[in-house]
């Protein structure tokens, strides 16, 4: 059976979205939704897609839809995730699930009664890098004492990946540090039960903190350092030290090294190097085998009650 699937938001991360799917057997993407429909056509023409619109709600009417994926702004991403659900469609919304606390948690009731498959993207959980890290975890090889966690852009006015303006604003805490947040307690394997930030000075036209720092506490003793910044003038992306027991671990987007600065081969760890793919992989996997994703929203709701804990710490 082909799945067939609906996407929304034709941006740069939609684009990696299709781009990952193309390697995935028997799915199929129908449906491309984004703002502006000129845009959307060409993207769709290039991938081969027939329906365009700039409606989500149209592409949820489509009996042929199985399941959705979200590229959309993170201000849209827990109506929308609750819109596909309500639909009968499953889902799998980019992060973050939501930028409010109660918005997430009705997804998560949402997706307990309907019994779709509702899966967040926490793509760190599924590059090779931090598979491979995370495999010597489960083997009792490696345990976490501490991570390192640089997270830097350069991005003092509103673009988005490819250089275009953004309809949206991006934001450090809720979109961000998400990913460090929930990767810290995945790959500790323990809750997290302190976490403490700190934020710079608020952008006067963005209206958003350009640097934070964040600090986070496991039930078993792991501690993990994030440091966040629009600011940084140097290379950018997010870069993780595992310091362990038995090794220290450096992880660099797919590229793994040891703590003296040698390459680790993580071509092997999954069929992909790309974890966009992987994750979607997963989805799919789970939707054909009707069990929850490892990403569920579920699984991930902890990491935003931790971050609605930092944005009352913040505001306080």
């Not at 209206?207 to 496991?218: E, N, P, T, V």
């Not at 992306?237 to 590229?255: H, L, N, P, S």
């Not at 929850?292 to 991930?300: D, I, M, R």
Request: include cysteine.
């Amino acid at each position: 059976m082909t799945i067939k699937v609906a996407l929304a938001g034709a941006g740069a991360f939609g684009i990696k979205h299709l781009d990952g799917i193309k390697n995935i057997k028997d799915v199929e993407v129908v449906s491309l939704i984004s703002r502006d429909l000129e845009k959307t056509k060409e993207v769709a023409d290039k991938y081969g897609i027939q329906h365009v619109t700039t409606d989500l709600a149209d592409s949820l009417k489509l009996k042929e839809v199985d399941a959705v994926i979200l590229c959309t702004p993170t201000q849209m991403h827990a109506a929308q995730t609750k819109a596909c659900l309500e639909a009968g469609k499953h889902v799998q919304v980019e992060i973050p699930l939501c930028d409010v606390l109660k918005e997430g948690e009705e997804v998560v009731a949402l997706q307990k009664k309907k019994g779709l498959v509702a899966m967040c993207g926490h793509t760190r959980r599924f590059n090779p890098s931090h598979q491979y890290v995370h495999k010597k975890i489960k083997a009792g090889e490696f345990n976490i004492q501490q991570m390192d966690v640089q997270t830097y852009f350069f991005r003092r006015t509103n673009m988005n990946a490819l250089g275009q303006p953004r309809s949206w604003t991006d934001h450090l805490l809720w979109h961000h540090a998400a990913h460090t947040v929930d990767l810290f307690a995945y790959q500790a394997g323990s809750p997290i039960v302190k976490a403490n930030a700190i934020q710079g000075p608020i952008h006067p036209t963005l209206g958003i903190a350009m640097d934070m720092s964040i600090q986070l506490k496991a039930a078993n003793g792991a501690i993990c350092t994030l440091s966040l910044s629009f600011n940084n003038d140097g290379p950018l992306g997010t870069f993780f030290r595992y310091i362990g027991d038995t090794a220290t671990y450096i992880a660099r987007y797919d590229d793994l090294f040891n703590g003296k600065d040698e390459k680790i081969d993580v071509s092997k760890v999954d069929v992909s190097m790309n974890g966009i793919e992987l994750q979607d992989r997963e989805f799919f996997a789970a939707i054909r085998e009707g069990r929850e994703p490892n990403g569920s929203v579920a699984q991930v709701l902890p990491c935003y009650q931790v971050l609605h804990q930092l944005e009352q710490q913040l505001q306080a």
